[in-house]
């Protein structure tokens, strides 16, 4: 079975901290992607990857940043946490380039910033 | 006006009930449909993809895509109280490295 994980279920920061937000997947994956959802609003992508170091934006990526140095590895990184940056994050991986193949999603991190 | 409109609910019907779900969409380039089952605190898994129009069945699940109609819906026949979740459509278009675009969800609640 895919196992995608993420490193945390829940996180409370504070406006302006820098926020890591990691996950790992186990079937050695090309593509990883982060999302957020929100409700009203459904997923929205913020940034993928199709390989180790490259990375593209997605639909919102405004106040985040990305890394993936190691394939199985996705980090997203808020700089400076902002309120509006309350939400589900969710990260998937899919194994073959082109987003129609399968994406298999992590549990999500419920991120809260007071 | 969103690419991709999906009535968010919620739904409630008693078990044994066939469930209608729905999307419009209005990128014509759209050619991949999915549906996403997501489980309170759990992320979305893939229920059903379709490419282009027509029907695809699979167990008590029925998903069906009207291009003409800009219209995609999901049919779960013999509701249980475990269909109880949170459906998602999503969509791509035609050529590959194209993100998803996924509907809002709708929260469907199956009564014993």
């Known amino acids: 079975d895919v196992k995608v994980t993420q490193s945390s279920r829940y996180l409370v920061k504070r406006t302006g901290e820098k926020v890591f937000l990691e996950c790992v997947q186990d079937m050695d994956h090309e593509n990883m992607f982060w999302y957020r959802q929100d409700p009203g609003l459904g997923l929205r992508l913020i940034y993928f990857?199709?390989?180790?170091?490259?990375?593209e934006k997605g639909d919102i990526p405004e106040g985040y940043s990305v890394s993936r140095e190691k394939k199985e590895r996705f980090s997203l990184i808020l700089e400076s946490a902002s309120t509006n940056q309350t939400s589900m994050y969710l990260c998937a991986s899919s194994l073959n380039p082109g987003v129609t193949d399968t994406q298999y999603f992590g549990p999500g991190t419920r991120l809260t910033v007071l | 006006q969103k690419e991709v409109e999906q009535d968010p609910g919620p739904l409630s019907v008693p078990e044994g009930a066939i469930v209608s779900l729905n999307c419009t969409y209005s990128?014509?380039?759209?050619?991949?449909f999915m549906w996403y089952r997501q489980y309170s605190r759990k992320g979305p898994e893939l229920l059903m993809y379709t490419y282009s129009s027509g029907n695809k069945e699979d167990g008590r699940f029925t998903a069906q895509v009207d291009k003409s109609s800009k219209y995609i819906s999901l049919f779960i026949r013999d509701s249980q109280p475990s269909d109880s979740a949170t459906y998602l459509c999503?969509?791509?278009?035609?050529?590959?490295?194209?993100?998803?675009?996924f509907g809002t969800g709708t929260r469907l609640t199956i009564i014993p």
């Open positions: 999503a969509m791509s278009g035609h050529f590959g490295n194209e993100k998803l675009t």
């Open positions: 990857s199709y390989d180790v170091k490259m990375k």
């Open positions: 990128n014509s380039a759209f050619q991949y």
